[in-house]
């Protein structure tokens, strides 16, 4: 199965009004336990003041299934849309396909299960990095970004920041924490 992003690594969204969108949860629909954006995997995407989501939630009480498409006003209601999940995230992967989003939070996105085959990088936590650099070249989003990092006795050098969702990670990068992106350090530069 292709890998989801998961909702909560890209909250807090902030609409042009200045509302912020924080958490998001929704009541299960089986056991009505509360499940947040953490157990959400899916696709959304910011567009004239509205956050469009399509996401499949995982109750973490009773591991219940249940697809959730919803739109999130200015004014952060929530309106339920009627669509079947898989209309719904194909209309939202074709409207966002040419957009550039505005607001970098909020451009997920759901591989497709044909995507799975594509060589992809990869991703870490802070936790999971065995050796950094000391050498700190600056911060993005209150992120300090390390010169390298090693993680399996490989080198990473930093490469690039990235808003989530808005990036392409390639077979030879690693992307720390969802938003730095790390190349591998050819074998000829390091001597």
């Known amino acids: 199965m292709a890998r989801q992003n998961t909702i909560s690594s890209y909250l807090p969204v902030t609409f042009a009004n200045g509302n912020r969108v924080r958490r998001f949860g929704k009541h299960c629909p089986h056991c009505h336990a509360m499940v947040g954006c953490e157990h959400m995997s899916g696709l959304a995407s910011l567009q004239q003041d509205k956050l469009f989501l399509a996401a499949q939630g995982t109750c973490p009480a009773c591991r219940h299934r249940f697809p959730i498409a919803c739109v999130i006003t200015d004014d952060k209601r929530v309106h339920r849309v009627l669509l079947p999940l898989w209309a719904y995230r194909l209309w939202l992967q074709m409207a966002t396909r ?15 299960e044909n995507a799975a085959a594509a060589p992809q990088g990869i991703r870490l936590s802070e936790a999971e990095v065995t050796a950094r650099s000391p050498e700190i070249l600056g911060r993005f989003q209150d992120q300090p970004i ?19 969702g808005q990036f392409t990670l390639g077979e030879q990068e690693l992307l720390l924490a969802g938003k730095l992106i790390y190349r591998q350090q050819d074998i000829a530069t390091t001597a």
Do not use: D, G, H, L
Not at 98 to 112: G, H, I, L, R
């Open 98 to 112: 040419n957009t550039p989003q505005p607001v970098a939070q909020a451009n997920w996105e759901v591989q497709e």
């Open 146 to 164: 390390s010169a390298w990092i090693e993680y399996q006795e490989r080198r990473f050098v930093f490469e690039r920041a990235a808003p989530p």
